[in-house]
Antibody, heavy 121, light 107 residues
Framework: QVQLVQSGAEVKKPGASVKVSCRAS????????LHWVRQAPGQGLEWMGMINSGGGSTTYTQEFRGRVTMTRDTSTSTVYMELSSLRSEDTALYYCARENGRSGSYYFDYWGQGTLVTVSS | DIQMTQSPSSLSASVGDRVTITCRASQSITSYLSWYQQKPGKAPELLIY???TLQRGVPSRFSGTGSGTDFTLTISSLQPEDFATYYC?????????FGQGTKVEIK
């Protein structure tokens, strides 16, 4: 069965970087894009960007461009999201999600369990 | 960027009620529209994709309609397990924007 398993919670100081992992299993890793979505406490879902797990190309939303880097390791079927220059507003749950495409549309059919990143001095 | 606007932001309803949530895109997204359900402390779960296709395993009381810019999610008979927050998302282009969410609460 398809699973996305994320790394554990992190506590970071302002200005530091964090790297969150998402290990995929149960499907052909290189055939799908993986996306990162974050959710601040009590807030809605915010799309951060995506990575082509096969070719490694990335697309980031403007808000995070320059601070976020998404990479993948095909040998371990793992994608990584690194966010730098952390500030308190980056405190959030970070999710990875697999994008599928069928019926002429795209959708996020599997999600990781979420990784809580807390930024505090 | 395509903006997604959901309404209402929250609603109170009783078990058995028919509930409708609307989602409007700032430009045409044809049928590149998905709906997700999120319960507290859990990751979102896919309910509907391609505007109207029910994800495998999702109860048939959920349905979706619309194309272009206007979409609706309907729960035909609200059940206790349906109290949650619902999000629409467009996948027509990047960034893959979400609506702000609709919280469905118990009346």
């Amino acid at each position: 069965q398809v699973q996305l398993v994320q790394s554990g919670a992190e506590v970071k100081k302002p200005g530091a970087s964090v790297k969150v992992s998402c290990r995929a299993s149960g499907y052909t890793f290189t055939n799908y894009y993986l996306h990162w979505v974050r959710q601040a406490p009590g807030q809605g879902l915010e799309w951060m960007g995506m990575i082509n797990s096969g070719g490694g190309s990335t697309t980031y939303t403007q808000e995070f461009r320059g601070r976020v880097t998404m990479t993948r390791d095909t040998s371990t079927s793992t994608v990584y999201m690194e966010l730098s220059s952390l500030r308190s507003e980056d405190t959030a749950l970070y999710y990875c999600a697999r994008e599928n495409g069928r019926s002429g549309s795209y959708y996020f059919d599997y999600w990781g369990q979420g990784t809580l990143v807390t930024v505090s001095s | 960027d395509i903006q997604m606007t959901q309404s209402p932001s929250s609603l109170s309803a009783s078990v058995g009620d028919r509930v409708t949530i609307t989602c409007r895109a700032s430009q045409s997204i044809t049928s590149y529209l998905s709906w997700y359900q999120q319960k507290p402390g859990k990751a979102p779960e896919l309910l509907i994709y391609a505007a109207s296709t029910l994800q495998r395993g999702v109860p048939s009381r959920f349905s979706g309609t619309g194309s272009g810019t206007d979409f609706t999610l309907t729960i035909s008979s609200l059940q206790p397990e349906d109290f949650a927050t619902y999000y629409c998302q467009q996948t027509y282009s990047t960034p893959r924007t979400f609506g702000q969410g609709t919280k469905v609460e118990i009346k």
